[in-house]
T-cell receptor, first 115, second 114 residues
């Protein structure tokens, strides 16, 4: 149990376009999901906390208008990178808390390349 | 704010031997959780082991065990009988009680040599 999926696993897009990444908890409900960004050979940087039915909470320095987060249901959160630029190229990882156990489970990540 | 420090950027160990990865943290909280996550080359984050701060007993999961020293704010991971599949980045993480946010260390790259 406790599986989190992400789609797509990789995406290449042109500069100026928008890209949507989906994060799903497959076998449990998650009122809270998290979005991270990871640069090569670095740790995970928390971007925002996604709350079902309410607005996301963004970490300091993360542009809300560039990284749109929607947590439409207890099993789905989406991250939309708007007007993507090459500097947005990165590995994006989502996670979800299985509340009862206070454990966080991670999706397999999405590699975004902006040309 | 809480911080997590992993002072060993890289480590290597021979297959079947034992290795210990270090982690220290800084917090004024009394209720918290500590975790070790593994990130293999596939980049899938995998929970290795967790420790509740209120528990004195060190957590163990098969070949993985921790040495939790609350007063010293130290949380090291011991991997026994190392296997080639243990090759990965290992991240130490902290979660304050009542919060769901994880604070990660910078990671230790572990290589298991045949």
């Amino acid at each position: 149990g406790a599986v989190v999926s992400q789609h797509p696993s990789w995406v290449i897009c042109k500069s100026g376009t928008s890209v949507k990444i989906e994060c799903r908890s497959l076998d449990f409900q998650a009122t809270t999901m998290f979005w991270y960004r990871q640069f090569p050979k670095q740790s995970l940087m928390l971007m925002a906390t996604s709350n079902e039915g309410s607005k996301a909470t963004y970490e300091q320095g993360v542009e809300k208008d560039k990284f749109l987060i929607n947590h439409a249901s207890l099993t789905l959160s989406t991250l939309t990178v708007t007007s993507a630029h090459p500097e947005d190229s990165s590995f994006y990882i989502c996670s979800a808390n299985r509340d009862v156990y206070n454990e966080q489970f991670f999706g397999p990540g999405t590699r975004l390349t902006v040309l | 704010a809480q911080t997590v420090t992993q002072s060993q950027p890289e480590m290597s160990v021979q297959e079947a031997e034992t290795v210990t990865l270090s982690c220290t943290y800084d917090t004024s909280e009394n209720n918290y959780y500590l975790f070790w996550y593994k990130q293999p080359p596939s980049r899938q984050m995998i929970l290795v082991i967790r420790q509740e701060a209120y528990k004195q007993q060190n957590a163990t999961e098969n070949r993985f065990s921790v040495n939790f020293q609350k007063a010293a704010k130290s949380f090291s991971l011991k991997i026994s009988d190392s296997q080639l599949g243990d090759t990965a980045m290992y991240f130490c993480a902290f979660m304050k009680g009542g919060s769901e946010k994880l604070v990660f260390g910078k990671g230790t790259k572990l290589t298991v040599n045949p």
